[in-house]
């Protein structure tokens, strides 16, 4: 089993920046794949970033290059520095990762960091 806990979210303004964290721990030498999913109130959770078993990232159309996911190893953990924040970029950020290369989806979850930007 693996365990994801995501911290860093906050209430920013516009243009503003934040840096997420996301701890794992189980079992990490299991996994292939992380990435970073949001969710926006009233709208489907759509994938951010990703980063697959060989190292390639890949970053969503409307990160825009705002967004940078990164990883290390040493200390579990992931992290998505996000910067030129609009309104739109509210939502509810979540870690996950997965057994398989992430074109076959992720296997777990964390339960999210809320993410606010002001207007």
């Known amino acids: 089993q693996v365990q994801l806990v995501e911290s860093g979210g906050a209430s920013v303004p516009a243009n503003g920046s934040l840096k997420l964290s996301c701890v794992v721990s189980?079992?990490?030498?299991?996994?292939?794949?992380v990435s970073w999913f949001r969710q926006a109130p009233g709208k489907a959770r759509e994938g951010v970033a990703e980063i697959d078993d060989d190292g390639t990232t890949e970053y969503a159309h409307f990160v825009e290059d705002r967004f940078t996911m990164s990883k290390d190893i040493a200390k579990k953990t992931l992290y998505l520095q996000m910067d030129n924040l609009k309104p739109d970029d509210t939502g509810i950020y979540y870690c996950?990762?997965?057994?398989?290369?992430?074109?076959?989806?992720?296997?777990?979850w964390g339960k999210g960091t809320s993410v606010t930007i002001a207007s």
């Open positions: 189980g079992d990490i030498y299991s996994l292939k794949c």
């Open positions: 996950a990762a997965g057994r398989k290369l992430c074109l076959h989806g992720m296997d777990y």
